[in-house]
C-alpha cells in the first residue's frame, strides 16, 4: 500500500514517531502471544503424555493381574478339577469393568493402539475353554 502514496506522505509516515512507537507495541504483542502459544502447546503435550502414561501402567498393571489370575487358575486345574467361585467370578467381572473402563478412557485420549490392547486383554479372559472330543 505504500507504494501508491505520495512521496510526502510517505516521508510523513516513515517519519512518525506515534506510528514507529504503534508498530513496535504491535510486534511486541504478537512475539509475547507466540511465546504464551507455544507454553501452552507444550504444557498440552506434557499434560497428554503423563496421562498417557498413566493409563498405561495402569493397564500393565490389569494385565499382569490378569495373567496372574490366569497362571493361578492354571495351576489349579492341573491340581484339581477347577469351577470358580462366586467370589472369583465377582474378582473377575470386577477385573472386567476396570478394563473396560480404562479401554474407554484410552478411547477419549485417542489412544487407539492402547485401547485395542485393553480390548484383546478383555477378551482373553473372557475366552471360554473349548474341549475337543
Known amino acids: 500500500m505504500q507504494n501508491y502514496w505520495s512521496k510526502e506522505d510517505l516521508a510523513n509516515f516513515n517519519s512518525s514517531e506515534v506510528f514507529k512507537a504503534l508498530e ?26 503423563a496421562d498417557t502414561k498413566a493409563l498405561t501402567d495402569a493397564t500393565n498393571e490389569a494385565t499382569k493381574a490378569v495373567k496372574s489370575l490366569s497362571e ?19 474378582d473377575t467381572l470386577h477385573v472386567i469393568a476396570e478394563l473396560k473402563s480404562l479401554a474407554q478412557a484410552a478411547i477419549e485420549k485417542k489412544d487407539m493402539k492402547l485401547a485395542y490392547k485393553i480390548e484383546r486383554t478383555i477378551d482373553e479372559i473372557l475366552e471360554q475353554d473349548v474341549v475337543c472330543e
Open 72 to 90: 493361578s487358575a492354571n495351576n489349579l486345574a492341573d491340581d484339581q478339577e477347577f469351577s470358580p467361585d462366586d467370589e472369583e467370578e465377582d
Open 24 to 49: 513496535d507495541r504491535v510486534i511486541d504483542t504478537i512475539k509475547r502471544v507466540a511465546i504464551l502459544d507455544n507454553k501452552i502447546a507444550e504444557m498440552n503435550v506434557e499434560k497428554q503424555t
